[in-house]
Each structure stands twice: as C-alpha cells, then as structure tokens.
C-alpha cells in the first residue's frame, strides 16, 4: 500500500513538472523555448552583409509590437551575442528595437548608474515584459561601464543588472568591428510597429538628415541609403563625446562613439540579458 502510495506521488510530481516544463516551452508557441538557443547561430558569426532580418531568433517573454495603443503583447525575438555552454547561459539582444526612449528623462550630465533608461529597463520593461517565471531564468549581470576612451567622459561605476544596453566595448567585442569607421549590417535594425509609431515616432526626416552629416549628398541615392534608412538609432549605455551625450548604434550599422544627446526621445533601445537555458 504505501509502495503503491510512493508511486503516485512520484508520477504525480513528475505530470506536474512535465505540464510546467511544458507550458514554459509553449505559452508563445513552440519556437519560444530557450533550449532554441543552443542551435542558434551566434550573431557575430553572420556575414556583414547580412541584415537584421536575415538572423535567427527565439522567442521570450512579451511586449507590444504591433498595437500603437500598448495594450497587446505580443512575443519578443531576440539574437544570441554569446553563449556559455559550462553554465548554461547565453547573452541575448531583441532582435528589433522594442521601443523608443529617452536616455535620460532631464538633459544633464549623467552615467548609465543614473540614468533613466536604466530604471526603465530594470523596473517597467523588466515587469511588464516577462512573467515571474520568465523572471527567474534572467540572471543579474554584473557590468563594467568604462570611461569613453576617445573622449574621456566618465563612464561611471560598476552595475548589477538584469536588462542593459550593450557597451562601446561589447558592441565591438560581439559584431567584430574593429575600425570606428567600418559598418556592420548585422548590428543594425529597425523598430516594431510600436516603436515606430508610438509615443516617440519615428522621425524619419531627422534620421536622415543625421546619416547625410556622416556622407556627402551622393548618400541619398546609393543602395547603403535605400537599405539603411529603414533601420533606426539606438542606444548604447556608455557615454558619448560629452558627458550629456550617449553612444549609439546608428541606422547602417556604425558605432558612433560620439553619440547623441541623452535627452531625444527619437532614439531606440534593444534590451539585452543574460538568461539560463
């Protein structure tokens, strides 16, 4: 009797670990897994003339996309930068930029411990974004935030967070761009729905007149310009030639260490994590 009382509980565990294991697997269909990750191609393996479209992705946890008024979730892509295979855990960038936002609320001197962003990815995104048991596969990421070495602004202390945009550092570590100079398209991307036509659209008359500083007029009518003025800037958190600027990614896949004034409310964001699989 109690032999035959000790299986049922066994089986019972195991039906309830098997229908968790299960729901986790399928609550965004059957490609939302984290186990994908471990068949993804690494980001930084793709040719440079790949675009953001072109790259595997996963899914995870849930954010408007295309529902301008916010109220609908729905599934967020992300890229695999790295993965750890002794631990078990990869680091990983939505695939599109989610949303558009401030680097920092007031237009002042600021570091990535200070700014606003940082609080909104942490606390806003972080809830609204993923379910408490999405929650405990996120691991808190201890981050180095370096001075600007070409400008010499403060990069600020040492983090602990679980959502962050990438450093000048990472970004040249993870898309192996090596000269300032030199484009990646792979880095490049361009926002959902939302994103683009949300609280802070997408002023595409600003992004180009920004590109055409970079280039001389014959920009406009180049193939560079037809595929790079679908994509968008984002943030990066490491701060930029002033210290009221930040770094950014921008729309052809640059690193421009000289950044943008943290205050424009033009400028996207693609979190990034470190998640256990």
């Known amino acids: ?25 399928f609550r965004n269909g059957d490609t939302s897994s984290v186990d994908k990750v471990m068949s993804l191609k690494l980001l930084k393996d793709y040719d440079k003339n790949s675009t953001v479209d072109d790259i595997d992705s996963f899914l995870f946890g849930s ?38 936002i401030q680097y920092n609320e007031d237009r002042e001197d600021i570091v990535w411990e200070k700014c606003s962003l940082r609080t909104w990815l942490n606390d806003t995104f972080y809830n609204k974004a993923f379910t408490q048991m999405e929650k405990s596969m996120i691991l808190e990421t201890d981050l180095s935030n370096d001075d600007n070495v070409e400008y010499l602004t403060l990069g600020g202390k040492d983090t602990k967070d679980y959502i962050f945009a990438l450093s000048v550092e990472e970004a040249h570590k993870y898309f192996d761009i090596t000269e300032s100079e030199e484009s990646d398209r792979a880095i490049a991307s361009y926002g959902t729905w939302f994103a683009r036509q949300g609280k802070y659209k997408v002023n595409e008359k600003r992004v180009r007149n920004h590109l055409m500083v970079m280039r001389d007029d014959e920009f406009a009518d180049t193939t560079e310009w037809e595929w790079g003025k679908k994509n968008h800037y984002y943030w990066l958190r490491s701060s930029g030639s002033m210290q009221d600027n930040a770094a950014v990614i921008n729309p052809i896949g640059n690193i421009d260490t000289k950044g943008i004034q943290v205050g424009r409310d033009y400028i996207g964001v693609r979190p990034c994590m470190w998640i256990k699989y």
């Open 63 to 100: 954010y408007p996309q295309d529902d301008v008024s916010g109220k609908k979730n729905q599934p967020i892509e992300w890229v695999v930068l790295e993965k750890d295979e002794k631990e078990k855990k990869a680091l990983v960038m939505s695939k599109y930029i989610i949303d558009n």
């Open 1 to 25: 009797m109690k032999k035959n009382l000790i299986k049922i509980i066994v089986l019972a565990i195991s039906i309830v670990a098997i229908c968790t294991r299960c729901f986790f697997v």
